[in-house]
């Protein structure tokens, strides 16, 4: 519980209709089913609805004050109606006040960009814990304090999610947390009133125009974050990204890079690559890690970068470096009997595809063929499908095309849009089957002892969208149970 003049602090508030005065706040709700008595209703105009329309549900629900764009026509004595310009914008902040600023308390850093922003925060998690800091994550793929594992829904939660898993870090104890921040994240205002120590640009490619209609304004919502930093932060970009200095332009953090290849603050190299990991040079000193691929490399070096600038010992941290594994359904391998190779990935944009597929074609020898199967999800991006056939056929000796997530699209469409990015001398080496567990078992089926079938797109997933309900479905489980009924 907290007085409402507190829960306002530092929001921007046009108007104030009703009393402020002796209102406490037992809870913030922005959807109105949740609303219980003493709440504060925040109306946020959304992509599926707006929250001004149930501002009468949530009062008859128990709501004392309300946070509008639009004051209504009509006002009740008994409830505080507060006018702001961006109610979005204050639900962040008033999130953020209502559970006592933790973004504050201990140094939270964010990672954004296309490509890498899972693998990124999961390691700089696993860096930390093995220098001895009690630690929290926010991930894609499951949020976690210390040892404690809680699912996650969203790359990064709602503002009262995420101050509360943030609130829970600090009572637990935790120094540091490392979280992904998506574009719709930063749009939405869902990071809105957090303070963060600093923040991390891997790349940005093609993914997301279903949501951000043009690729300018990609970029742009990237960059907000950064823009956005204060001046006790860092800003630590990928100086090989051509974006990447970009995200640099009106930060006032301290402005630090990366990168393989241009003059960076921060490089390395690759000496040498192994289906087991790689020997690399980080700022000079040879470092061996358990990851492979430039990709890891840029991973790796970003983590590296970020912990030297979060004020840690050169050789502690290059020492826990060699000892990180990479994030579930990353890069994941295996082998059956017979000697065929599977890897399991999250690639689900064209220039991941075409990451992994440039590593695992450099480690291949030339009689080992690359079988790669992946889809496309539904009511998401459409101009990237045949792109990703694209980026699959430069490096695939065999190409099949199924089902990812269709959700609410009808997958034979999805196949089809995929199918656009199949030049005709393509087509004799790419198959079509809808059934993804039936396209995995026809990988291997067409896979001598020693190829490798990749099977991209769903990676740590548990599950398949069709039309809103979720069935059971797990790459990794597929293709070990394919691996072992031969």
């Known amino acids: ?64 004050a309300v946070i509008v764009e639009e004051l209504p026509k009509e006002t009740l004595d008994s409830v505080a109606y507060i006018l702001v310009a961006d109610s979005a914008y204050a639900l962040g902040v008033a999130a953020a006040n209502f559970y006592g600023n933790p973004s504050e308390q201990l140094k939270l850093v964010g990672v954004t960009g296309t490509n890498g922003k899972t693998t990124v925060a999961t390691l700089l998690f696993q860096l930390f814990t093995e220098l001895g800091y009690h630690v929290g994550l926010l991930s894609t793929v499951q949020n976690q304090i210390g040892t404690k594992i809680i ?107 990366y990168g393989l290849r241009s003059g960076a603050d921060f490089k390395a190299k690759v000496i040498e690559s192994h289906f087991d990991g790689m020997l690399m040079s980080v700022d000079g000193q040879e470092v061996w890690v358990k990851l492979i691929g430039d990709f890891n490399a840029y991973n790796l070096l970003a983590v590296y970068a970020a912990a030297i600038l979060l004020e840690q010992e050169t050789v502690k941290v290059l020492t826990a470096l060699s000892t990180l594994k990479g994030a579930e359904g990353r890069f994941e391998t295996m082998k059956s009997a017979s000697g065929v190779f599977g890897i399991v990935d999250y690639a689900h944009t064209p220039d991941a595809v075409e990451n992994v597929l440039k590593t695992i074609s450099s480690l291949r020898r030339p009689e080992q063929k690359i079988i790669t199967v992946l889809g496309c999800g ?49 087509k004799a080496k790419t198959l079509s089957i809808a059934d993804r567990k039936e396209a995995i078992r026809a990988a291997y089926q067409l896979a001598n002892p020693g190829d490798i079938i990749l099977v991209a797109g769903k990676g740590h997933e548990k599950y398949q969208d069709v039309n809103g309900v979720k069935h059971h479905f797990d790459d990794k489980e597929v293709l070990e149970n394919t691996f072992n009924e031969q």
């Open 1 to 64: 519980m907290m007085d409402l003049k507190k829960v306002l602090h530092a929001i921007p508030v046009q108007q104030v209709v009703g009393n402020l005065e002796e209102v406490d706040v037992h809870s913030l709700c922005f959807d109105s089913r949740k609303v219980e008595l003493g709440s504060l209703f925040i109306a946020v105009r959304g992509v599926q609805t707006d929250g001004h329309l149930f501002v009468d549900k949530a009062i008859t629900s128990g709501a004392r």
């Open 151 to 257: 699912p996650a829904t969203h790359t990064t939660p709602d503002p009262i999610q995420l101050n509360k898993l943030l609130r829970d870090m600090v009572d637990d104890g935790c120094d540091y947390a490392f979280m992904e921040v998506s574009s719709h994240a930063v749009v939405q205002e869902r990071i809105a009133g957090l303070v963060f120590a600093g923040a991390i640009f891997t790349n940005i490619t093609h993914d997301h125009l279903d949501f951000h209609k043009t690729f300018d304004n990609y970029i742009k919502a990237k960059k907000k974050f950064f823009d956005d930093l204060d001046a006790n932060a860092f800003a630590l970009t990928n100086a090989d990204d051509r974006n990447g200095q970009v995200m640099l332009q009106n930060t006032v953090a301290h402005r630090k890079s």
């Open 378 to 426: 539904g009511d998401r991006d459409k101009t990237k499908r045949p792109e990703m056939a694209e980026a699959a056929l430069r490096y695939s000796d065999r190409f099949l095309i199924t089902s990812d997530n269709p959700r609410t699209e009808d997958p034979y469409q999805i196949i089809r849009d995929i199918e656009a990015g199949v030049a005709a001398d393509q």
